[in-house]
């Protein structure tokens, strides 16, 4: 009968080979530990060092590539998908909206592992619709951004995947850039701190070579990224969240206005459900009759500005 402590060894055995993603994605230890520290396992990195290399030596087609620093892990390409348990129907709901609309969010290799189930998930749901009246919420359910449709531009999904690993790890990038307006096949040395997705765009934000000022690189113009592993430099300050309040992800400059102008009945009204800050004061006027004076403090952004001139006769004073 299998004692305690090797029951736990089997389950940590089966989280780890959950965790692999297929060749040509990979893992590094550290990224395995991490999550199987989550997953409740209190072991050493070099616990799970030896728990691949067991593996290995057991006959499991994983793969080691050790030919960088840190070692990077995974399935032989040409394994069979593992067994996976069929989840409930809430769950595979949960699973498949994960799918729609985090999948984009998620680094590439966390999704390529993530994919078996999230099939199974949308497989469990269509099986399910015939007599489960909750199988069928994700096909009466839908985010619409409210400006006009563009398709997204296509992202090299090994771009992709460098900028993503030197985003998780820290590291630095070296890529070759079109930028829009200026140099075609530029290389540049970038330190990644963020990435935004903003609509049909997705923008890694990072300084460059010994700057300090953050850029924005649309993901799509980098043309080939490789991350070089070595550490990179971070700015102390920044922060995510504050960075955006801030307006830089709608292109701002961090700088504020003090927004003061007329707007018809109709758009106070809209205002009135759909704030444009949590402060906003909307008052009454004279003149003209059914109009309102919007004072708000909010940054001074080129969304902003697009946005009044969108108004176009139901906003004067701008």
């Not at 994960?98 to 749901?125: C, E, N, S, T």
């Not at 300090?212 to 550490?231: F, G, Q, V």
Request: glycine residues 6%.
């Amino acid at each position: 009968m299998p004692t305690t402590n090797m029951r736990a060894t089997l389950m940590r055995h089966w989280q780890i080979m959950q965790i692999l993603p297929r060749h040509p994605a990979s893992v590094t230890s550290k990224s395995i530990h991490e999550r199987i520290a989550d997953a409740g396992y209190q072991v050493t990195r070099r616990t799970i060092e030896r728990d691949l290399q067991g593996l290995i030596e057991a006959g499991f087609p994983v793969v080691s590539d050790t030919s960088q620093e840190p070692y990077l892990w995974s399935w032989d390409a040409r394994t069979p998908t593992l067994t996976l348990p069929t989840p409930s129907v809430s769950d595979a709901l949960l699973l498949a909206m994960v799918k729609d609309y985090i999948g984009p969010m998620l680094p590439p290799q966390m999704f390529d592992a993530l994919r078996p189930y999230l099939d199974r998930a949308v497989q469990v749901l269509d099986s399910a619709k015939s007599h489960n009246t909750l199988a069928g919420w994700r096909d009466k359910v839908h985010a619409v951004l409210p400006t006009q449709a563009l398709i997204a531009p296509a992202v090299d999904p090994q771009v992709h995947r460098e900028v993503s690993d030197a985003l998780m790890l820290e590291t630095q990038l070296e890529i070759t850039y079109d930028s829009m307006t200026g140099k075609k096949g530029q290389t540049m040395t970038v330190h990644p701190h963020a990435m935004i997705h903003r609509g049909q765009m997705t923008y890694l934000i990072g300084t460059c070579w010994d700057y300090a000022d953050m850029r924005h690189l649309a993901l799509h113009r980098i043309k080939k990224a490789t991350n070089t592993l070595n550490p990179m430099i971070r700015q102390a300050d920044f922060n995510l969240p504050a960075y955006l309040a801030q307006g830089h992800g709608d292109f701002g400059d961090g700088k504020m206005r003090d927004l003061d102008i007329c707007i018809s009945g109709g758009l106070a009204e809209y205002l009135a459900e759909c704030r444009l800050t949590a402060d906003q004061v909307l008052t009454k006027v004279a003149e003209p009759e059914g109009w309102f004076r919007l004072q708000a403090r909010l940054p001074d952004t080129p969304q902003l500005r697009w946005w009044l001139l969108s108004q176009g006769d139901q906003v004067k004073g701008v």
